[in-house]
């Protein structure tokens, strides 16, 4: 069954919700926009959420606005890292509450993992096509969340998330929760000769099982393969020791779906960004 689920009511359009997690802990909340329900004009139509597209940045603040309202959340609480394709993850403890929220310059820099367990905290990433990656620890009451694009998946910040979340809570991987958001798929992502080495060499250095290669990585031809973006960070999630029963995957294509959601594979780089936001409400 399809984790992320799509909301109908014509005022929550923009939100697909974790509700698997949201129904066995109140104070949570986990989801990811769509493209609609705001006020971003084309390309950018409409809730776009990135400010670093080049869409006016008022839309794109009155987006975030409409989502933080729409989740009982003040605006102050919206946090995000910088993102830069790496695999750097930072905590957020409440002298980060609120970075990025409203200007690119303070966003926590060099940053695409964001964890806390803070209350009254919204973490939030952004995305057009890389994956989503949600964390979370019901024992320690603590969230993530990482960007995983490419480059992010091969530089396994999926693992780095995990020993993240030890050093900072406790948090031992078996009691993690973890879900996969919606994302581009294999249907929709072909790369070429770089990307398909740094797979074999993520491959042999994590020991992943060789049997897979083949499904997450299919050959075209001798330098491009369609690549299944979702199923290595699963795989690493096992790796780290989550249990495959506590990992939810999103069916959700990015690619496929543009009346749902961004994609910049399919809308050549000029196209805004989807949210995924995970955060515990106070107590
Ligand atoms: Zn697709």
Same mark, same amino acid.
């Given at each position: 069954?399809?984790?992320?689920?799509?909301?109908? *009511?014509?005022?929550?359009?923009?939100?697909?919700?974790?509700?698997?997690?949201?129904?066995?802990?109140?104070?949570?909340?986990?989801?990811?926009?769509?493209?609609?329900?705001?006020?971003?004009?084309?390309?950018?139509?409409?809730?776009?959420?990135?400010?670093?597209?080049?869409?006016?940045?008022?839309?794109?603040?009155?987006?975030?606005?409409?989502?933080?309202?729409?989740?009982?959340?003040?605006?102050?609480?919206?946090?995000?890292?910088?993102?830069?394709?790496?695999?750097?993850?930072?905590?957020?403890?409440?002298?980060?509450?609120?970075?990025?929220?409203?200007?690119?310059?303070?966003?926590?820099?060099?940053?695409?993992?964001?964890?806390?367990?803070?209350?009254?905290?919204?973490?939030?990433?952004?995305?057009?096509?890389?994956?989503?990656?949600?964390?979370?620890?019901?024992?320690?009451?603590?969230?993530?969340? *990482?960007? *995983?694009?490419?480059?992010?998946?091969?530089?396994?910040?999926?693992?780095?998330?995990?020993?993240?979340?030890?050093?900072?809570?406790?948090?031992?991987?078996?009691?993690?929760?973890?879900?996969?958001?919606?994302?581009?798929?294999?249907?929709?992502?072909?790369?070429?000769?770089?990307?398909?080495?740094?797979?074999?060499?993520?491959?042999?250095?994590?020991?992943?099982?060789?049997?897979?290669?083949?499904?997450?990585?299919?050959?075209?031809?001798?330098?491009?393969?369609?690549?299944?973006?979702?199923?290595?960070?699963?795989?690493?999630?096992?790796?780290?020791?989550?249990?495959?029963?506590?990992?939810?995957?999103?069916?959700?294509?990015?690619?496929?779906?543009?009346?749902?959601?961004?994609?910049?594979?399919?809308?050549?780089?000029?196209?805004?960004?989807?949210?995924?936001?995970?955060?515990?409400?106070?107590?």
């Amino acid at each position: 069954m399809e984790p992320f689920v799509i909301q109908t *009511a014509a005022e929550h359009q923009h939100q697909l919700l974790l509700e698997g997690w949201i129904e066995q802990e109140q104070s949570l909340t986990a989801g990811f926009t769509t493209r609609k329900g705001g006020v971003s004009s084309p390309p950018f139509s409409s809730f776009n959420i990135g400010l670093h597209v080049h869409d006016q940045a008022e839309a794109v603040l009155a987006n975030r606005r409409r989502l933080t309202d729409s989740l009982g959340f003040s605006f102050d609480a919206w946090t995000c890292g910088e993102q830069v394709h790496a695999n750097k993850v930072a905590v957020v403890t409440a002298n980060e509450r609120g970075k990025g929220r409203s200007s690119m310059e303070d966003t926590l820099p060099g940053v695409d993992g964001i964890i806390t367990n803070e209350r009254d905290v919204l973490l939030t990433s952004f995305y057009a096509d890389c994956v989503p990656l949600y964390f979370w620890d019901p024992q320690h009451h603590a969230v993530g969340l *990482a960007h *995983a694009g490419w480059k992010g998946t091969v530089s396994a910040i999926a693992l780095n998330m995990v020993e993240a979340m030890r050093n900072a809570f406790g948090t031992e991987p078996h009691q993690l929760r973890c879900a996969i958001g919606p994302a581009i798929d294999q249907c929709c992502y072909e790369v070429n000769e770089v990307v398909i080495e740094r797979i074999y060499e993520l491959w042999q250095q994590l020991a992943l099982p060789n049997q897979l290669l083949d499904l997450v990585l299919k050959k075209q031809n001798e330098n491009k393969a369609m690549i299944n973006l979702k199923e290595i960070n699963r795989q690493i999630m096992i790796k780290a020791g989550i249990l495959a029963s506590h990992i939810e995957i999103s069916e959700w294509c990015t690619g496929c779906r543009r009346d749902l959601f961004y994609s910049h594979r399919m809308e050549n780089g000029k196209t805004g960004r989807m949210a995924s936001w995970i955060g515990l409400r106070k107590g």
